[in-house]
């Protein structure tokens, strides 16, 4: 019996034509002000035009696809839904039920989870697939064997492109999406997730001086979970550091909280007040991160 993979992401926007309409949609229904448009147009455009988040996924399914069906030949049906950019999950999911398939497993390219973010593709996901299919939902899974190796390594290759002599005054980052505070008085262990993998992939890196930060947050009212990444530039500069390497571990690729929050916003600060950055190259669709991926589906199915 094949076994459906519903594989979800965030999406972006396919053409710089589309950031309105995308971002609408983010903002459930409410266009951006014309200030915040152009903001976040010149964002894409800093960045070449348009983010590689939609090639990059389309490369990571496809490697999904194959290393599964190398593992287990004709078992797997994979196919990727997005959430706010065609092919949208809503639009996907029926198509196993359509197709025949009873049992599908839900992965969500993120390796923490939340209630304000994974809970939510797996909320729409299980209400579109319908009652004769069997959802199996993966969850947080940076703790899968494999994956704090891939970042140690990364962290490591970053750190080797800094002279040993500073090494004593260098410090590792590791960031993720911040999520707005509310979700703390929901229980929701988020925050933990991350505390716990950066733990984990400092400790197989042998490294002792390392830190958190938050990135990327909403522009929203309500207050988000800090500290935001700049802001901890500034606090270790103060405190005599001269060389950060930026892990955003809450990502697995290249786009726009990549491109711009680190390799130019914070960049651009970094420079200004004298700090040496240097980011970790990002998973993108290395054999490596997707075998581990496969491994992870095989597992719970």
Same mark, same amino acid.
């Not at 459930?28 to 266009?31: A, D, K, N, Q, Y």
């Not at 490697?63 to 049906?77: N, R, S, V």
């Not at 703790?143 to 994956?147: A, L, R, S, V």
């Not at 005599?240 to 809450?250: A, F, Q, R, Y």
């Given at each position: 019996?094949?076994?459906?993979?519903l594989?979800?992401?965030?999406?972006?926007?396919?053409?710089?034509?589309?950031?309105?309409?995308?971002?609408?949609?983010?903002r459930?229904?409410?266009?951006p002000?014309?200030?915040l448009?152009?903001?976040?147009?010149?964002?894409?455009? !800093?960045?070449g035009?348009? +983010?590689?988040?939609?090639?990059?996924?389309? *490369?990571?399914?496809s490697?999904?696809? =194959? &290393?599964? /069906?190398?593992?287990?030949?004709?078992?797997?049906?994979v196919?990727?839904?997005?959430?706010?950019?065609?092919?949208?999950?809503?639009d996907?999911?029926?198509?196993?039920?359509?197709?025949?398939?009873?049992k599908?497993?839900g992965?969500?390219l993120?390796?923490?989870?939340s209630?304000m973010?994974?809970d939510?593709?797996m909320?729409?996901?299980?209400?579109?697939?319908?009652?004769?299919?069997?959802?199996?939902?993966?969850?947080?899974w940076w703790?899968?064997?494999?994956?704090l190796d891939?970042?140690?390594h990364?962290?490591?290759?970053?750190?080797a492109?800094?002279?040993?002599?500073?090494?004593?005054?260098?410090?590792?980052?590791?960031?993720?999406?911040?999520?707005?505070?509310?979700?703390?008085?929901?229980?929701?262990n988020y925050? !933990?997730?991350?505390?716990? +993998?950066?733990?984990?992939?400092?400790?197989? *890196?042998?490294?002792?001086?390392?830190? =958190? &930060?938050? /990135?990327?947050?909403?522009?929203?009212?309500?207050?988000?979970?800090?500290?935001?990444?700049?802001?901890?530039?500034?606090?270790?500069?103060?405190e005599?550091?001269?060389?950060?390497?930026?892990?955003?571990?809450?990502f697995v690729?290249d786009?726009?909280?990549?491109?711009?929050?680190?390799?130019?916003?914070?960049?651009?600060?970094?420079?200004?007040?004298?700090?040496?950055?240097?980011?970790?190259?990002?998973?993108?669709?290395?054999?490596?991160?997707?075998?581990?991926?496969?491994?992870?589906?095989?597992?719970?199915?």
């Open positions: 019996m094949t076994t459906g993979v594989v979800m992401a965030y999406g972006t926007p396919s053409t710089p034509e589309d950031v309105e309409t995308y971002y609408t949609r983010i459930h229904g409410r266009p002000t014309p200030e448009l152009k903001e976040l147009s010149d964002r894409y455009r !800093d960045i035009g348009t +983010s590689p988040l939609a090639q990059r996924t389309a *490369a990571q399914v490697a999904l696809t =194959l &290393a599964l /069906q190398t593992k287990a030949p004709g078992a797997f049906d196919r990727f839904g997005s959430k706010y950019e065609p092919p949208m999950i809503e996907v999911a029926p198509g196993f039920a359509r197709d025949g398939i009873t599908v497993i992965l969500v993120a390796p923490h989870s209630s973010s994974t939510q593709y909320e729409r996901a299980r209400a579109s697939l319908g009652n004769t299919v069997a959802f199996s939902e993966i969850g947080a703790d899968e064997p494999g994956f891939l970042i140690a990364r962290v490591l290759d970053a750190l492109r800094i002279p040993e002599d500073r090494h004593a005054t260098t410090q590792v980052i590791f960031s993720a999406h911040s999520l707005p505070e509310k979700i703390l008085a929901r229980g929701d925050p !933990d997730q991350l505390r716990e +993998s950066a733990e984990g992939a400092a400790r197989i *890196a042998g490294i002792t001086n390392w830190d =958190l &930060a938050w /990135q990327s947050a909403g522009r929203t009212a309500d207050p988000w979970i800090g500290p935001d990444i700049l802001q901890v530039l500034r606090t270790k500069k103060e005599g550091l001269t060389d950060i390497v930026s892990c955003p571990i809450g690729s786009h726009l909280e990549v491109l711009f929050d680190i390799d130019i916003q914070a960049q651009e600060l970094a420079r200004e007040i004298g700090l040496n950055l240097v980011r970790t190259a990002s998973l993108n669709d290395d054999p490596a991160f997707i075998s581990v991926l496969a491994n992870i589906v095989m597992a719970r199915a």
